[in-house]
């Protein structure tokens, strides 16, 4: 496998907010654990129409109250200008200087007609420049396998593009296991002027029926040889999260020696997994 490079890499680390006390307990404790490693930031998800929106004020607070530079999502759809600008007042009143800027996934029985005053993740972008100015880091998503929902990877390279020239600072990618993938998208954004970092976003594996269901709804491809050996090992979860592991260091590694920027990890809010390739890729501390 490739050595990663000689110098430091940027990582950072994904959660999503629980919905109990008891996970917020759990997630403060993954936290700690996590942060030890000095991870550059936290970005904390966001539900659909701000379903989890007071789920994710409570994250922040837990990140913000250990000094912890944290990165909320905001997603749009199903969302008021109002509402919105009352999230960036909050946000901007915390000290927070960092957002992830996405479109969303529509809420359940919510038609596009309800779907609030942003259709698109570029227009939140350019609301967020017009409301704030320069005061957040932007990033937004980008996916190398092409998003579910566009017609083909011209359009969906179009729609990236949009979001950068709306003042989008940088991009964390889908996550995906074809390293070629990553590499190709890359080449296709230089080549049309795109030159902000684009970090890809490391999923670990360690349930393969629950990666499967994710990779299906997201249109992350598990490439075949990847998903037949993990059908082999049937319920046999220490295999399974071996080979996982194995799957998904080799990745990074060819990422990093690739030029990447860094990683951004998925970390279900589970500390082991994305310290143990944290460990393993000489990332932190």
């Not at 992830?100 to 809420?107: F, I």
Request: charged residues 20%.
């Amino acid at each position: 496998m490739p050595a990663p490079p000689p110098h430091p890499a940027a990582f950072s680390f994904e959660l999503f907010p629980p919905k109990t006390p008891e996970g917020m307990t759990k997630l403060a404790a993954s936290i700690d654990l996590m942060n030890a490693v000095g991870p550059e930031y936290f970005s904390v998800t966001f539900g659909a129409g701000g379903s989890t929106r007071d789920s994710t004020f409570a994250a922040l607070d837990l990140l913000l109250a250990r000094g912890i530079p944290a990165a909320p999502h905001l997603a749009c759809i199903g969302s008021s200008r109002a509402e919105i600008r009352g999230i960036l007042e909050r946000y901007q009143a915390q000290g927070i200087h960092r957002l992830v800027a996405l479109r969303g996934d529509l809420p359940s029985g919510m038609g596009l007609g309800t779907a609030g005053d942003f259709r698109n993740a570029n227009e939140l972008v350019a609301f967020i420049r017009q409301e704030t100015g320069d005061h957040f880091y932007l990033e937004v998503a980008a996916y190398p396998e092409v998003h579910p929902q566009a017609p083909n990877a011209d359009q969906d390279l179009a729609n990236f593009q949009r979001k950068v020239e709306a003042g989008a600072n940088a991009a964390i990618t889908q996550y995906f296991y074809n390293p070629d993938a990553y590499f190709g998208f890359v080449e296709r954004c230089a080549a049309r002027g795109i030159q902000i970092p684009i970090q890809p976003g490391i999923m670990p594996i360690t349930n393969f029926s629950q990666l499967a269901r994710f990779s299906d709804a997201c249109g992350a491809e598990i490439p075949r040889w990847v998903r037949k050996r993990l059908e082999a090992l049937g319920d046999d979860i220490e295999a399974i999260r071996a080979f996982g592991h194995e799957v998904v260091l080799g990745l990074c590694q060819r990422l990093l020696a690739g030029g990447a920027p860094g990683l951004h990890f998925y970390s279900m809010n589970q500390a082991g997994p994305v310290l143990r390739l944290c460990q393993d890729l000489g990332l932190g501390r």
